[in-house]
């Protein structure tokens, strides 16, 4: 591939990318040795991650022994396949796996952070649509972005939907340890990396995670007890900073 060296595993990430933090957690449950190369998003992109990803040209890209896998539950997935041996992440009955495969998919479809395809979403034109303020649809180009961006009427309709989220999922998490039961799995390493993001919303939009979603708080921190959790989450306070920098970006202050 190209003229870069990309033998072993090699992970194209941003450090705050909550997508690539998945593809990090599921290489340390692993145990797989990688090497990280930070990209950046927000402005020049590297050869090596447009020519790995000439579809989406964006994070994550994990490249193994020269072969780009693109997509963050997709690359998850091939992780757990490509070391097999070791804490698989997706249970090995077919209902199961199916299951954990929708809730996935409901995450990346209803719990996005703003910075989500930051590089060619025009943010003040979504944010213009109102009738999709009840759209789960986009729900994090739409609650995420709103609960920093707006105040007043539009703010407290999309901290309602991002509320209405949160209780579908502790309703799903129930009393189980993990969202697969007693073992870390799928589902988790695909929602915890969204958790540091809630500090931002929770500072914005003036209400409390824990008041609405006390049990997926709470799983929250059992996660983060996990040393691949910890070490690939970002701190809370740091993403706050990162945030005020979307929110100069994109003219929203």
């Known amino acids: 591939m190209g003229e870069v060296d990309t033998k072993g595993v090699v992970l194209l990430d941003f450090w705050v990318s909550a997508f690539g933090q998945r593809c990090r957690i599921a290489l340390a449950e692993k145990g797989v040795e990688y090497e990280y190369r930070e990209e950046n998003v927000l402005a020049d992109k590297s ?32 992780i757990d396949e490509a070391w097999p041996h070791r804490a698989p992440l997706l249970p090995a009955d077919p209902y199961a796996r199916a299951q954990a495969r929708f809730w996935a998919d409901f995450i990346d479809k209803k719990v996005r952070p703003p910075y989500a395809d930051a590089s060619h979403i025009d943010y003040s034109a979504v944010c213009s649509q109102h009738s999709l303020m009840v759209s789960f649809m986009y729900q994090f180009y739409e609650c995420g972005t709103r609960l920093w961006k707006l105040k007043g009427e539009e703010q407290a309709a999309a901290k309602k939907v991002f509320i209405r989220i949160l209780m579908r999922l502790e309703g799903e998490l129930g009393d189980k340890k993990y969202f697969g039961g007693d073992a870390f799995g799928f589902v988790d390493v695909a929602l915890v990396p969204f958790v540091p993001w809630f500090y931002t919303y929770e500072t914005c939009a003036g209400f409390s995670v824990e008041e609405v979603a006390p049990k997926l708080v709470a799983w929250g921190k059992r996660c983060m007890e996990r040393e691949s959790v910890a070490n690939a989450l970002s701190d809370p306070h740091k993403v706050y900073e990162f945030a005020g920098v979307l929110k100069k970006r994109f003219g929203v202050e």
């Open 47 to 78: 050869p090596l991650l447009l020519e790995s990803n000439p579809v989406y040209k964006k994070i994550p890209v994990l490249i193994h022994d020269g072969n780009p896998v693109c997509e963050s539950l997709v690359i998850v997935q091939y």
